[in-house]
């Protein structure tokens, strides 16, 4: 079901990228006529999609504002496209309008969702109050809206009552990190190494960290084995972008 959603939202732009071009591909579309069939499927976009599904809706809500943008940038780069007239200008907006609310409430929705698990987990710690993965996941929730010293709270709780609860330790070494506490974020990515040797993202972590106190030599060291280690391409791109962007720095 996203696919197809996501392939209206494709198919969306494509109409809008033939509106824009007719003056270059001859092509004999009012961009005014098709405007009251936009209209309704932004609305439905807006009004029903979103409450069903806001990651879709999200990412629909950016293909319009791209396009919307794309609508008043590109006629101006390249004036043989026409004339920026009244039907741009309206469609411009209803694009924009319409892709901002569904970007928002997606937001919003997911911030509430956040907010409605952490208050599961408080429930959770209330039946099972030794339980280090309640105050893991806890911390976990309070990480994803962003109240990191809470988060950290929790991890805390969590490896007090399982010293080697290995995803506590990570998960409160990159919370460290998101606030600026980079020497505790190492001491924390040690830990995780010493109980797994072979985890790749505490060394990337690691080297981030090491490369934010200027430590170059444990930056590059961590970073490489990451790309050694690595099964994920995406992972070993962008440890590979680190390492060139230091290695260009210390040039």
């Not at 590059?220 to 440890?239: G, I, N, Q």
Request: net charge negative; hydrophobic share 40%; proline share 4%.
């Amino acid at each position: 079901m996203k696919r197809v959603l996501l392939v209206i939202g494709l198919v969306v732009s494509s109409i809008m990228f033939l509106i824009m071009l007719r003056g270059v591909l001859f092509i004999s579309l009012d961009g005014i006529a098709l405007l009251p069939i936009f209209g309704g499927l932004c609305y439905i976009f807006a009004t029903k999609l979103i409450y069903r599904d806001e990651e879709i809706g999200s990412h629909i809500g950016w293909v319009l504002i791209v396009n919307g943008i794309t609508f008043i940038v590109l006629p101006l780069c390249l004036p043989s496209l026409g004339v920026f007239g009244t039907p741009e200008i309206v469609i411009s907006v209803v694009l924009l309008g319409s892709g901002a609310v569904l970007v928002v409430r997606g937001r919003r929705i997911r911030a509430s969702e956040r907010s409605r698990a952490v208050a599961g987990y408080n429930e959770a710690i209330e039946l099972a109050p030794d339980s280090a993965d309640a105050y893991y996941n806890r911390g976990d929730a309070y990480d994803e809206i962003g109240e990191y010293g809470k988060a950290i709270a929790d991890y805390n709780r969590a490896i007090e009552l399982d010293p080697n609860h290995t995803s506590a330790h990570y998960n409160r070494g990159c919370a460290y990190g998101e606030i600026g506490e980079y020497d505790k974020a190492i001491l924390d990515y040690n830990k995780v190494i010493e109980l797994n040797p072979r985890d790749v993202l505490a060394y990337y972590n690691r080297g981030r960290a090491y490369r934010e106190k200027s430590k170059v030599p444990e930056a590059v060291s961590d970073l490489e084995t990451c790309v050694e280690l690595s099964t994920d391409p995406e992972l070993t791109k962008d440890a590979k972008q680190a390492l060139h962007g230091i290695r260009s720095a210390s040039e």
